[in-house]
């Protein structure tokens, strides 16, 4: 049974910095796409890093590149999205999933598995 299980979340004033982690069971992270996707309340879940399988494609959101950087752990089978310099625009539910393809510079927003997402709220 494939499952994702994300970490990490909490609260954070703005400029500050939070590691997420994903832990995936039931399969292998390093044989398949994976990605970091978020929603906040009153807006559609957008990708906000994706890395494709063998790490052939990468795509970061313009809203977070330089701030935001996805990296993995294969003998963990864990991803991580590290933030730095977190924003107010930033606060959302964070999930890690298994999105259907991942190009240099795109990545779909369907998936074939879903994590259960983990809170990010960034406020003073």
């Known amino acids: 049974q494939v499952q994702l299980a994300e970490s990490g979340g909490g609260l954070v004033q703005p400029g500050g910095s939070l590691r997420l982690s994903c832990k995936g069971s039931g399969f292998a992270l390093d044989y398949d796409n994976i990605g970091w996707f978020r929603q906040a309340p009153g807006k559609e879940r957008e990708g906000v890093a994706c890395?494709?399988?063998?790490?052939?494609?990468?795509y970061v959101a313009d809203s977070v590149k330089g701030r935001f950087t996805m990296s993995r752990d294969n003998a963990k089978n864990t991803v991580y999205l590290q933030m730095n310099n977190l924003k107010s625009e930033d606060e959302a539910v964070y999930y890690c999933?298994?999105?259907?393809?991942?190009?240099?510079?795109?990545?779909?927003?369907?998936?074939?598995?879903w994590g259960q997402g983990t809170q990010v709220t960034v406020s003073s």
């Open positions: 999933a298994v999105p259907k393809w991942v190009v240099p510079g795109a990545c779909s927003s369907t998936a074939n598995y």
């Open positions: 890395m494709s399988k063998s790490v052939g494609a990468t």
